[in-house]
């Protein structure tokens, strides 16, 4: 029997959001790739992202916490979801009438 190496790291809180925040982190195995899921449900469970949440995820993740720091910024940021878009797009049938087509319709948006 296999026992996990994995070494766990305490909540910053006895907050039971934590427990959300864990789960995910545990679902991927603890490994960097998670990083961006863990901060969505950071964000989905207590509505924000604080130094505190950084610093675990950083340290439960064992990535630097400038990585944690950037990759959250450029999330809240909204760029994140313009990313997702456009990666969708280019998966398109027609890739450049649908991204023009998209390009046209956010201009108009914004």
């Given at each position: 029997m296999r026992t996990s190496s994995v070494k766990?790291?305490?909540?910053?809180?006895?907050?039971?959001?934590w427990r959300l925040v864990t789960v995910t982190m545990r679902r991927h195995g603890y490994k960097p790739y998670a990083?961006?899921?863990?901060?969505?449900t950071i964000q989905e469970?207590?509505?924000?992202?604080?130094e505190e949440a950084l610093r675990y995820v950083a340290h439960s993740l064992k990535i630097p916490l400038s990585r944690v720091y950037g990759v959250a910024t450029f999330y809240n940021t909204g760029m994140?979801?313009?990313?997702?878009?456009?990666?969708?797009v280019v998966k398109c049938s027609n890739p450049?009438?649908?991204?023009?087509?998209?390009?046209?319709?956010m201009g108009d948006i914004a």
């Amino acid at each position: 029997m296999r026992t996990s190496s994995v070494k766990t790291v305490e909540a910053p809180s006895e907050d039971k959001r934590w427990r959300l925040v864990t789960v995910t982190m545990r679902r991927h195995g603890y490994k960097p790739y998670a990083l961006i899921e863990t901060l969505h449900t950071i964000q989905e469970a207590f509505g924000y992202l604080d130094e505190e949440a950084l610093r675990y995820v950083a340290h439960s993740l064992k990535i630097p916490l400038s990585r944690v720091y950037g990759v959250a910024t450029f999330y809240n940021t909204g760029m994140f979801a313009f990313w997702l878009e456009c990666k969708v797009v280019v998966k398109c049938s027609n890739p450049i009438n649908t991204t023009q087509r998209n390009l046209q319709t956010m201009g108009d948006i914004a």
